[in-house]
């Protein structure tokens, strides 16, 4: 369990999380998302006890992280992939923050097992691409076995096979009743990952719902019909209640009527159809739609 | 604690640059009190003023072998900025202090056990040339043990300076050019101070400290020992204070 409580980080003039709160479950997956700039990477390191908050409190099981003992037990983390002297190798680095936590040197071993490392453990860190310093990230997160974990950016810069063994990982972390926390600037890298979504923009909380939720509050439901008599459809569908937009000749956007009365309007009027499909609504239009507001750095074409 | 300090320690023996300023620091020391030695029996280097000090002319090199002792300090603070992994190694141990001390005690111990090694060296090796000249001393001669202990002692204060001057300055070159002024400063730059600056101030710069705790004659004082130590307590102290104070 994390928890940020009332959290505010300023840099001189430029504040970038702005009174943060939020809650981090065990047992499931929680995404945390913004645009670039929206201050994740911040709040993590405070969580972390790297960063100091300029106000309010940021704990993990209770506890402000600094005052954990042999914190890797507790808490796993991968902050960035390159925070890493490059000079050492992959066991040696590993084996280093092992012993400053008293984890047993086979425990090395074996987290470079699960990563896929084992085979380059001996060889220095500075011939890793960066999916394998990636992979050398979670496998110190998950040295000391810990009931939290925390992963910032995981899957940038990695292969597709790489982010599908990372997705498992994760899930599989979260099925063991740990606490899983990673973040994201891309939406749509959650919507496979993730079962609850922390979503902030210029250092505040926009969102704090599961993925369906956010997804159901994001866009309006919409139907889209293609029938050959589309405008007899479309009346049929107008006095029964529907807001219908004609896009083609033959085909409907639907709103505010579900696919299946849809259908059943259809066969009551004797109108064939040819296609009808319910539009899911798209995580990554939701995400857009509600962090509008809060993008630091919208271009220009974004913004008009 | 001990278990910091043992990650520390596996830290500085699992990079290879450790082992390369050592082997550099122990060539410079002894390799400089073969010279200086050899070259005092060939009359092309000459002592100017005062006395002979046998044990403290073997001992000259420590002066240029204290650069890279410095550096391995620097690197152990330096190195955990510049390549971003100081995050790595405080998300694993978030007590700045302790891992602070751990990495004082790494380093000094390793500074002073490999220094005090190389020093005895370079005093046995000088020793056995200038026993030719016939103007040798021996261990067993006064201060000769002191002046050698207070050579290792001397490079280990450098080493630990080195750690809390990285731990200040966080960059690898702003770090080694203030241990490097340090100390060597006073003797390359001190003839552009006035004599009442180089008398009460450089005077007490660790350099030329170090030199007079390696001397036998004229012996040194122990406020020279005391001002050795109050330089690393002090900066160390400071070191202390900006580490817990700085965000990661």
Redesign the interface.
């Known amino acids: 369990m994390i928890e940020v409580n009332g959290v505010t980080k300023r840099y001189g003039k430029t504040l970038a999380v702005d009174r943060l709160s939020f809650r981090v479950e065990p047992g499931v997956v929680t995404g945390f998302v913004g645009p670039n700039g929206a201050g994740k990477s911040t709040t993590m390191?405070m969580v972390?006890?790297?960063?100091?908050p300029t106000a309010g409190t940021a704990t993990v099981a209770g506890r402000p992280?600094?005052?954990?003992v042999?914190?890797?037990r507790h808490?796993g983390?991968m902050?960035?992939a390159?925070?890493?002297?490059?000079?050492?190798?992959a066991y040696?680095?590993l084996?280093?923050?092992a012993?400053?936590?008293?984890i047993a040197r086979t425990r090395v071993s074996e987290v470079l097992e699960r990563v896929g490392l084992a085979g380059v453990a001996g060889r220095r860190v500075r011939a890793f691409s960066l999916g394998m310093r990636q992979r050398l990230g979670i496998a110190?997160a998950l040295l000391g076995d810990p009931p939290v974990l925390l992963f910032d950016e995981p899957i940038n810069g990695l292969d597709p096979e790489g982010i599908a063994w990372i997705r498992s990982l994760l899930r599989g972390l979260a099925a063991e009743g740990r606490t899983v926390f990673l973040s994201s600037h891309l939406m749509s890298e959650m919507e496979d990952t993730a079962d609850r979504l922390v979503v902030i923009g210029r250092g505040r909380l926009v969102a704090e719902t599961s993925v369906a939720e956010f997804v159901a509050s994001g866009t309006r439901a919409e139907v889209r019909v293609v029938a050959p008599q589309a405008a007899a459809l479309a009346d049929a569908l107008t006095r029964s209640g529907a807001n219908v937009v004609r896009q083609d000749t033959q085909v409907l956007v639907v709103s505010g009527m579900p696919a299946a009365r849809i259908g059943d309007l259809a066969a009551e009027h004797g109108l064939a159809l040819h296609e009808l499909t319910p539009q899911r609504a798209r995580l990554e239009a939701a995400f857009m739609q509600l962090t509008q507001d809060s993008v630091e750095y919208a271009g220009e074409a974004a913004r008009s | 604690m001990s278990?910091?300090l043992?990650?520390?320690w596996?830290?500085l023996r699992?990079?290879?640059?450790t082992y390369w300023l050592l082997l550099v620091g122990a060539a410079v020391t002894v390799g400089l009190a073969v010279l200086i030695t050899v070259g005092l029996g060939t009359g092309k280097v000459e002592v100017t003023g005062g006395t002979f000090d046998a044990a403290g002319i073997s001992l000259l090199g420590v002066w240029f072998g204290q650069i890279t002792f410095a550096v391995v300090g620097v690197l152990t603070m330096t190195?955990?900025y510049t390549?971003?992994?100081?995050?790595?190694?405080?998300?694993?141990?978030?007590?700045r202090g302790m891992l602070l001390t751990a990495k004082l005690a790494a380093v000094g111990l390793i500074v002073a056990g490999i220094g005090t090694a190389i020093s005895l060296t370079a005093f046995l090796t000088g020793q056995a040339v200038l026993a030719g000249q016939h103007r040798a001393v021996g261990l067993g001669d006064p201060g000769s043990v002191r002046a050698v202990l207070s050579a290792g002692g001397y490079l280990t204060a450098m080493g630990l300076l080195g750690v809390a001057l990285g731990a200040l300055l966080r960059h690898t070159v702003a770090a080694v050019l203030a241990v490097l002024t340090l100390g060597l400063g006073s003797a390359l730059l001190g003839g552009l101070f006035p004599a009442w600056v180089r008398d009460h101030v450089l005077n007490y710069l660790p350099g030329p400290l170090g030199t007079r705790v390696m001397a036998t004659d004229p012996a040194p004082d122990v406020i020279d020992y005391v001002a050795l130590g109050a330089w690393v307590a002090v900066l160390a102290l400071l070191a202390y204070v900006v580490i817990h104070r700085r965000?990661?």
């Open positions: 390191r972390l006890g790297l960063d100091r992280y600094r005052q954990l042999r914190p890797l808490v983390a902050l960035d390159s925070a890493v002297d490059p000079r050492r190798s040696d680095h084996l280093a923050l012993r400053s936590n008293g110190a | 278990q910091v043992a990650a520390e596996t830290k699992s990079i290879r640059s190195s955990e390549t971003g992994s100081i995050r790595t190694t405080l998300a694993a141990v978030p007590r965000d990661a």
